[in-house]
C-alpha cells in the first residue's frame, strides 16, 4: 500500500457541511399534524321523534412537528362513523407554532340522526 494520505481540513469540513445538509434536509421535509381525541362533552339535546339533534363540544390535541409554524383558515370538519356522516364540527381560523401541542375544542352539531329499534 505504498502511499500515505495526509489528512485535511478542507475535506473534514465539506464532509461535515454534507452531512449537516443531508439532516437539516430530512427534518425539514414537512410532516403532517397529529390529532387525537380526548374528550366529547354534551351541550344540548333536542327529540322529535324519531329524530334527535345533539350539540357536542369535541376536545382534541393536535401536534405540529415541523420546524415552521402551521397557519390554517376556518373549516368545517365533517364527522363520520362506520362510512356514515353523522354531522360536523366548526374549526376557526388560526395558527401553531413550530413543534408545539394545542388543545383545541370544537362545537359540533349531529343533526337529524334517526332513532331506530330492532
Known amino acids: 500500500m505504498g502511499k500515505d494520505q495526509k ?3 478542507s475535506c ?8 449537516a445538509a443531508v439532516v437539516s434536509l430530512i427534518s425539514a ?6 390529532f387525537h381525541l ?10 322529535n321523534l324519531p329524530v334527535l339533534d345533539i350539540g357536542l363540544v ?7 412537528p ?4 402551521v397557519n390554517y383558515s376556518s373549516t368545517t370538519m365533517s364527522i363520520f362513523y ?4 353523522l354531522g360536523s364540527a366548526d374549526v376557526k381560523a388560526g ?14 352539531r349531529l343533526d337529524s340522526l334517526e332513532l331506530r329499534w330492532e
Open 7 to 9: 489528512w485535511s481540513w
Open 12 to 19: 473534514a469540513l465539506a464532509g461535515a457541511a454534507s452531512a
Open 29 to 34: 421535509k414537512p410532516k403532517d399534524p397529529t
Open 38 to 47: 380526548i374528550s366529547i362533552s354534551l351541550t344540548s339535546l333536542k327529540l
Open 58 to 64: 369535541l376536545t382534541v390535541h393536535v401536534t405540529n
Open 66 to 69: 415541523n420546524i415552521t409554524a
Open 82 to 85: 362506520d362510512g356514515s356522516l
Open 95 to 108: 395558527s401553531q407554532p413550530p413543534r408545539s401541542c394545542e388543545v383545541l375544542r370544537l362545537p359540533a
